[in-house]
């Protein structure tokens, strides 16, 4: 079965303080992933996404990170908060083409 | 720019009304337009993949069809449990391209 873990499910952080989202995935090796962003009043928007360990694709500039150290975990994180960073964050796998299984989210609130 | 404009962005039908939602896109060289479904606080779920105009997919009260420009996800007979923010997305690159929604409610 596929399965995919994200926490925490919700935070709510200070600007300027770090971050840091985790991503696991049970029941598939080498798995594509990616990290997703959904704010409010915009669709979803891709930020990362992966093909394996320590490989890492950037979409579009931005205070964030992501790191792959293993291969079934992925990470999101930043070093100072913005308050745009609020928003729904959505870690996916992809499972053909166009099709994503997406995990339940972790939402982000930045005060 | 790659683009993907759904319309409504709300939709609110009572049990039994039926409609459609509309999916426009703009990326060039379409490698195929998918359709998700959203419940409130939970990630999308895959709904359909539609790859050539004329295509058609279905799926209980849900029916998706593409044309050259746009794809419409018609709803037959709404339930209450068909209420959800239906997402469309095409294929750029690496990415898939979301559009920002239709949020249908369905009243009893």
């Known amino acids: 079965s596929q399965t995919i873990h994200q926490w925490p499910a919700t935070l709510v952080q200070p600007v300027g303080s770090p971050l840091s989202l985790e991503c696991t995935v049970e029941?598939?090796?080498?798995?594509?992933l990616y990290w997703y962003r959904q704010a409010a009043g915009r669709g979803l928007q891709l930020l990362f996404y992966s093909v394996g360990i320590g490989q890492i694709s950037s979409e579009v500039p931005q205070n964030l990170s992501a790191s792959r150290p293993q291969d079934r975990q992925f990470i999101l994180s930043s070093k100072k908060l913005l308050l745009s960073d609020s928003g729904f964050y959505l870690c996916?796998?992809?499972?053909?083409?166009?099709?994503?299984?997406f995990g339940e989210g972790s939402r982000l609130t930045v005060l | 720019e790659d683009q993907v404009t759904q319309s409504p962005e709300a939709l609110r039908l009572q049990e039994g009304e039926s409609s459609s939602l509309n999916c426009s896109y703009t990326v060039s060289g379409l490698r195929g337009l998918f359709w998700y479904r959203q419940d409130p606080g939970k990630g999308p779920e895959f709904l359909f993949t539609?790859?050539?105009a004329g295509e058609e997919k279905e799926k209980e009260r849900l029916k998706a069809t593409l044309t050259k420009k746009e794809s419409f996800l018609h709803i037959t007979a709404p339930k209450p449990e068909d209420s959800a923010t239906y997402l469309c997305?095409?294929?750029?690159?690496?990415?898939?391209?979301f559009g920002k929604g239709t949020t249908l409610s369905v009243s009893s």
């Open positions: 539609l790859y050539s």
């Open positions: 997305a095409d294929q750029a690159g690496t990415a898939l391209i």
């Open positions: 029941g598939t090796s080498n798995p594509n």
């Open positions: 996916a796998r992809k499972l053909g083409p166009g099709e994503l299984f």
